[in-house]
């Protein structure tokens, strides 16, 4: 893609951003919280940061609309998460509603939450797409290599996206403009690496959207702060695992007794029964409860992002 044609996208995103910004009514601990729970499910499904991105988005949106109970914000950010896979990812990759439900430990039906999908959609007038950060952030990461003469590995678009996420865990940031967040983000990168090259190109997308130095100024000294946190030996670094199945010893014992059956019976050939099998693994299933473990996400690892938030009160013993 050409450097003109970059630069009128640019553009265009940046004139309809405002109507994608979202003004949250709800308690920053409730929404905080359910975001990482999004983020461990985007991970635990294997589903892309555009996936992610755009349900925290459609989930602020609402919630800046619609005042809601906190007994019904599972509801409505599960639903966020489907619609958001629904449009970003392979058909045959989107999770099945009553899978997602029983992964995220949630006691609504499948039927809740299709009504919750079609209120949320109205509402939005959601069609297939919205503008966020992420967004402004590749469309950023596109111009900067473009006219980039330094080596281009030294500007990590993975990095980028993971520290995104952080940002979005925290509802401040859902007040930021999505081409000033994501421009935050650029900047603090490239002065990290000490790259005139990149600043300079930061500095003519500033100017080339009519960004205020100290709007520019105020979100980028949020963004420092929040990936220093994240970085303080406070944080404590998440396990390896995406999520956790935390069971009582009995549902152990009765998972136990079906790897001890001696053997299975044969399965004649060309005469499969869909319906049994279906019935035998919901069983297997509904053996035990799930759930979700403390770590936001594997991304939220490694040399660029260390360490991340740990939710301990996650971590909670199911007995059945």
């Known amino acids: 893609m050409d450097a003109y044609k970059l ?21 920053a601990k409730c929404r905080d919280a359910k975001v990482e729970d999004l983020w461990s499910l985007t991970s635990f499904f294997g589903y892309s940061t555009q996936t992610f991105v755009l349900a925290v988005n459609l989930l602020d949106r609402f919630l800046a609309m619609m005042r809601i109970q906190p007994k019904h914000l599972s509801c409505v950010s599960l639903s966020c998460l489907q619609m958001a896979a629904k449009v970003t990812e ?23 939450l299709s009504r919750m999908e079609k209120i949320v959609s109205e509402k939005l007038n959601f069609k297939s797409k919205a503008i966020t950060a992420l967004t402004f952030l590749h469309l950023y990461h596109q111009i900067t290599l473009s006219h980039c003469t330094e ?32 421009l935050s983000l650029l900047r603090q990168e490239t002065e990290a690496g000490q790259s005139e090259d990149m600043l300079e190109i930061a500095y003519h997308i500033q100017r080339h959207l009519k ?53 299975l019976p044969t399965i004649p050939e060309g005469c499969w029964d869909e319906s049994e ?14 759930s979700l473990s403390s770590s936001p996400g594997s991304d939220a690892e490694g040399p660029y992002f260390p360490l991340h938030l740990h939710r301990q009160k996650h971590r909670q013993h199911l007995h059945v």
């Open 151 to 182: 080596r281009k590995e030294t500007l990590n678009l993975e990095k980028l996206e993971a520290q995104l996420k952080a940002c979005l865990c925290r509802i401040s940031f859902s007040k930021a403009k999505p081409s000033v967040l994501a």
């Open 7 to 27: 630069m009128k996208d640019l553009r265009l995103n940046y004139e309809q951003e405002v109507h994608y910004s979202p003004r949250s009514r709800i308690s």
């Open 277 to 290: 099998s279906e019935d035998s693994c919901e069983d297997m299933m509904s053996s035990g409860e799930e």
């Open 211 to 263: 960004i205020a130095d100290s709007e520019l100024l105020l979100w980028s000294e949020r963004v420092a702060r929040c990936l220093l946190d994240y970085a303080s030996p406070e944080c404590s670094k998440p396990n390896h695992k995406k999520l956790q199945w935390i069971v009582s010893r009995r549902t152990a014992q009765n998972l136990h007794s079906y790897r001890s059956v001696p053997e």
């Open 90 to 112: 392979e058909e045959c990759n989107v999770t099945p509603s009553d899978e997602l439900i029983r992964i995220g430990q949630c006691r609504f039906t499948v039927s809740d």
